[in-house]
């Protein structure tokens, strides 16, 4: 089974740009989350999909937003770009959630951007 | 709110030495806890879990027990390998309320041949 994957790779953003990154979850995972990793913050979490709809939500500014498709596939954009939004994105992608059960979110590779 | 609180970093430790990595966890009800690795350049790759007390998880040598009284998920090794230098991360998923889950800021291990 074909891993979670995330497209670009790697992105050269300018500061006032908007970027829209890509997140394609494990095949049947309806859940999506997506969390930005920084040297100083760690890792923060930004948003989490289900079904179309998002469930959770972090501390971020209202420049970050993202969506889910029909398909479970998910984006995330983030206008007005900043050089402190210079971060390696990753997705991760869960189950359902059942009752009583354990959702093991697995990893994208992440998209590494670059705002300058 | 929940939150993980991990060993700082970086841990050095020659090949073949005994590893522990710190872990405690605040959280409301019986969380399930996870730890996760990641290599230079990659994302994070799922090590081991546990979801109800006491249970042990394990995977390529390294073991953590859910330790409910000491709201502790400590990640040991008997033997570490260079290979094993990486970035550990301590996780929590709520099993109430939100379900978010809750990573520790990370430990960095270095492993000298």
């Known amino acids: 089974k074909a891993g979670v994957t995330q497209t670009p790779r790697y992105l050269i953003k300018t500061r006032g740009q908007q970027v829209t990154l890509s997140c394609s979850p494990i095949s049947g995972h309806r859940s999506v989350s997506w969390y930005q990793q920084t040297p100083g913050q760690g890792l923060q979490f930004l948003f989490e999909?289900?079904?179309?709809?998002?469930?959770n939500k972090g501390n971020f500014p209202g420049r970050f937003s993202g969506r889910q498709f029909s398909n479970s596939r998910s984006e995330m954009n983030v206008s007005t770009l900043e050089l402190g939004d210079s971060a390696l994105y990753l997705c991760?992608?869960?189950?359902?959630?059942?009752?009583?059960?354990?959702?093991?979110?697995?990893f994208g590779p992440g998209t590494r951007l670059l705002v300058l | 709110g929940d939150s993980v609180t991990q060993m700082e970093g970086p841990v050095t430790l020659s090949e073949e030495a005994f590893l522990t990595i710190n872990c405690t966890y605040t959280a409301t009800g019986y969380p399930s806890l996870f730890w996760y690795v990641q290599y230079p350049g990659e994302g994070l790759q799922l090590l081991l879990k546990a979801t109800k007390a006491d249970d042990k998880g394990s995977n390529k040598g390294f073991e953590a027990t859910y330790r409910k009284e000491t709201t502790s998920f400590h990640l040991e090794k008997g033997s570490v390998q260079v290979s094993d230098s990486a970035v550990y991360f301590c996780?929590?998923?709520?099993?109430?309320?939100?379900?978010?889950?809750?990573f520790g800021t990370g430990t960095r291990l270095k492993v000298l041949a």
């Open positions: 996780a929590l998923r709520a099993t109430s309320g939100t379900y978010k889950y809750i």
């Open positions: 999909y289900f079904s179309e709809t998002q469930r």
């Open positions: 991760a992608s869960s189950l359902d959630r059942l009752a009583g059960g354990v959702e093991t979110q697995y």
